[in-house]
C-alpha cells in the first residue's frame, strides 16, 4: 500500500498518480518495501463494458429514432 510522507497517509494504488507521486503535494510515494510506487492500469474488462454499454445506448437510439419517425 502506497504511503505518503509529507502527508502522513496511506493512499490507494489508484490514487497514484502515473509517474508515482502524491496527488496532494507532489512527492514520491513508495511501497511497503521501499519501491516507487505505481499506478495500477484500467482492467481490460471494464473496457468491455464500456463497449457494451456504447453498443446498446447506440441500438437503444436508433429504437428510439424509429418510433418518433414511423
Known amino acids: ?6 502527508c502522513e497517509k496511506y493512499l490507494s494504488p489508484n490514487a497514484v498518480s502515473v509517474v508515482g507521486t ?8 513508495e511501497d511497503k518495501d521501499g519501491q516507487p510506487a505505481d499506478s495500477q492500469k484500467i482492467p481490460w474488462h471494464f473496457w468491455v463494458f464500456v463497449g457494451a454499454a ?16 414511423t
Open 1 to 6: 500500500m502506497p504511503w505518503c510522507e509529507p
Open 22 to 29: 502524491c496527488p496532494k503535494c507532489g512527492e514520491r510515494v
Open 54 to 69: 456504447l453498443i446498446y445506448l447506440f441500438w437503444r437510439l436508433i429504437q428510439g429514432l424509429g418510433f418518433l419517425f
